[in-house]
């Protein structure tokens, strides 16, 4: 049985934010992903364990190896979420520089 984790906790990680990149330009092996880092095979593979888990890639055998790929649609659901909370953020900011004006102002 899988276990889930949080997309956001692995998106934290910058190793792992670096493998999302690279796997969003094309499709990656595991090799060909660990020779990008200076960390050691199983921890990349480690890595890669967890943004597998959290639905982020997805993997497909070819033959003897296994080929990795971003997945896009999840991507975009974190895509999504920040965008709420950057609206948000944007809303506090505006009302802020308007209290600043008005304080400035008297």
Do not use: N
């Amino acid at each position: 049985m899988k276990k889930r984790r949080d997309p956001f906790q692995a998106i934290a990680d910058p190793t792992r934010r670096a493998i999302l990149v690279l796997l969003a330009a094309q499709t990656m092996s595991a090799g060909a992903i660990a020779d990008q880092f200076d960390a050691s095979r199983p921890t990349i593979s480690k890595h890669i364990q967890i943004l597998s888990e959290c639905e982020l890639i997805t993997s497909k055998a070819q033959g003897r190896e296994i080929f990795y790929e971003l997945q896009i649609e999840k991507m975009a659901e974190i895509d999504r979420w920040i965008e709420v909370c950057k609206r948000a953020w944007e809303s506090r900011f505006k009302q802020l520089d308007s209290l600043l004006e008005t304080l400035k102002e008297s």
